[in-house]
């Protein structure tokens, strides 16, 4: 390697055409060294190109060396800030995914050639109990595929970040909650209700975990229209969120605008973990706090948010280690959700006896899967998808 770069560096003061000491200025402005660029200077004049983005990926993936997964956890691990979508993604590059998507491929390959040989030599002597045997295997396929699902489902914020919402009635302090977490003032702080009309995202590490703090506006019925279009946002907030903090101001009686709150979060109470916070404790206590249920976090105004912390670290520890394998794009998540549903399908038809249909959704279930990791048969989606990978990897 070092004999290479003196060679290049002696064709360098050969060369016919060197680039000059502004260039050289230019470089050293982007992080390279002097001997550096003139070494790549002149193996770009002596023939030698940049690789384009993605372009040692696509080129393993295209040689069998990785697939389509472990090609897109390179891309991702790249990207990643946090420590938990790191250690998610090794165990992808490791082959976890290939693996799983070879045993239920595999298994419905097998399930389909029996019922093909069924179709086929109906007049045969064929066990009594292989339709049996088949829809127990597709049961335990399709919750295994379910399980999958749901799980990555929940837990897609390892690797995107979990988003979290702050989400209240006008002036309960969920401004000062975020300038709290984020230990400097973000959002404004003002007595006047409503001064938060969008919303406000900010990144925040706790512990291992990259999580994204949404402050939102006010809830109440509003007549102004800009206030409108920031409570539409707290509620779009609302849904994407894997956790929701909801405060409540312990110092005023709980209204009708706590109660619409609290109907609304009952909406979202089965998919979403909802931390209730009663704020302004150091206060005259007015408050119904039976409404807010046996389990909440009371907190000072303005004073360390240390419980919340540790509350949110806890939910995220659990969700983090759960041992079920996480799919880390969303067009991994589409394919098993598509092959679970052609699983369960192909189920129902097995009962009715409907062995052609059965096969065609079985061979439906087996595309969706494969999807995963074997290649694409148009060549613009792959440009698309090495494209998007930073230069060279």
């Given at each position: 390697?070092?004999?290479?770069?003196?060679?290049?560096?002696?064709?360098?003061?050969?060369?016919?055409?060197?680039?000059?000491?502004?260039?050289?200025?230019?470089?050293?402005?982007?992080?390279?060294?002097?001997?550096?660029?003139?070494?790549?200077?002149?193996?770009?004049?002596?023939?030698?190109?940049?690789?384009?983005?993605?372009?040692?990926?696509?080129?393993?993936?295209?040689?069998?060396?990785?697939?389509?997964?472990?090609?897109?956890?390179?891309?991702?691990?790249?990207?990643?800030?946090?420590?938990?979508?790191?250690?998610?993604?090794?165990?992808?590059?490791?082959?976890?995914?290939?693996?799983?998507?070879?045993?239920?491929?595999?298994?419905?390959?097998?399930?389909?050639?029996?019922?093909?040989?069924?179709?086929?030599?109906?007049?045969?002597?064929?066990?009594?109990?292989?339709?049996?045997?088949?829809?127990?295997?597709?049961?335990?396929?399709?919750?295994?595929?379910?399980?999958?699902?749901?799980?990555?489902?929940?837990?897609?914020?390892?690797?995107?970040?979990?988003?979290?919402?702050?989400?209240?009635?006008?002036?309960?302090?969920?401004?000062?909650?975020?300038?709290?977490?984020?230990?400097?003032?973000?959002?404004?702080?003002?007595?006047?209700?409503?001064?938060?009309?969008?919303?406000?995202?900010?990144?925040?590490?706790?512990?291992?975990?990259?999580?994204?703090?949404?402050?939102?506006?006010?809830?109440?019925?509003?007549?102004?229209?800009?206030?409108?279009?920031?409570?539409?946002?707290?509620?779009?907030?609302?849904?994407?969120?894997?956790?929701?903090?909801?405060?409540?101001?312990?110092?005023?009686?709980?209204?009708?605008?706590?109660?619409?709150?609290?109907?609304?979060?009952?909406?979202?109470?089965?998919?979403?973990?909802?931390?209730?916070?009663?704020?302004?404790?150091?206060?005259?206590?007015?408050?119904?706090?039976?409404?807010?249920?046996?389990?909440?976090?009371?907190?000072?105004?303005?004073?360390?948010?240390?419980?919340?912390?540790?509350?949110?670290?806890?939910?995220?520890d659990q969700t983090t280690h759960e041992d079920n394998l996480l799919l880390t794009s969303q067009r991994q998540i589409d394919a098993v959700r598509k092959t679970y549903e052609n699983v369960k399908a192909s189920y129902a038809l097995l009962g009715e006896g409907e062995l052609e249909l059965f096969a065609f959704h079985l061979n439906d279930a087996i595309m969706a899967i494969s999807s995963i990791s074997m290649a694409f048969e148009r060549d613009e989606i792959l440009d698309k998808m090495f494209g998007q990978f930073c230069l060279g990897k």
């Amino acid at each position: 390697m070092d004999e290479a770069i003196d060679q290049a560096i002696v064709l360098y003061f050969k060369a016919p055409h060197s680039f000059t000491a502004e260039d050289v200025v230019e470089f050293q402005c982007h992080g390279g060294s002097v001997v550096a660029g003139m070494v790549l200077q002149t193996l770009l004049h002596y023939g030698v190109r940049l690789a384009n983005p993605g372009e040692f990926s696509k080129r393993a993936f295209l040689n069998g060396r990785i697939d389509l997964s472990e090609a897109e956890a390179i891309a991702a691990l790249i990207e990643t800030k946090s420590v938990d979508a790191a250690k998610m993604l090794t165990r992808q590059l490791k082959g976890e995914l290939r693996n799983f998507v070879l045993h239920v491929r595999n298994l419905l390959v097998e399930i389909l050639a029996f019922v093909e040989v069924n179709i086929d030599y109906a007049e045969e002597d064929l066990p009594l109990d292989m339709m049996d045997q088949i829809k127990i295997k597709l049961d335990a396929l399709s919750k295994d595929l379910l399980k999958t699902y749901e799980s990555s489902q929940r837990r897609q914020g390892l690797i995107n970040g979990f988003k979290i919402a702050i989400v209240g009635k006008p002036n309960v302090g969920k401004s000062s909650l975020l300038n709290t977490l984020l230990s400097y003032d973000r959002a404004i702080i003002s007595n006047i209700a409503g001064t938060t009309r969008d919303t406000i995202e900010e990144e925040l590490r706790i512990g291992t975990h990259l999580v994204k703090i949404v402050d939102t506006a006010g809830i109440r019925q509003a007549h102004d229209a800009i206030e409108k279009i920031g409570i539409e946002r707290s509620i779009l907030a609302i849904e994407e969120s894997e956790i929701v903090i909801a405060m409540f101001d312990n110092s005023r009686v709980c209204d009708h605008e706590d109660e619409e709150i609290l109907n609304l979060l009952s909406q979202y109470s089965a998919d979403k973990k909802i931390l209730m916070v009663l704020n302004k404790t150091d206060l005259a206590s007015c408050f119904d706090t039976k409404r807010l249920g046996k389990e909440f976090i009371a907190l000072e105004c303005q004073k360390d948010a240390q419980h919340i912390i540790e509350a949110l670290h806890s939910i995220l520890d659990q969700t983090t280690h759960e041992d079920n394998l996480l799919l880390t794009s969303q067009r991994q998540i589409d394919a098993v959700r598509k092959t679970y549903e052609n699983v369960k399908a192909s189920y129902a038809l097995l009962g009715e006896g409907e062995l052609e249909l059965f096969a065609f959704h079985l061979n439906d279930a087996i595309m969706a899967i494969s999807s995963i990791s074997m290649a694409f048969e148009r060549d613009e989606i792959l440009d698309k998808m090495f494209g998007q990978f930073c230069l060279g990897k």
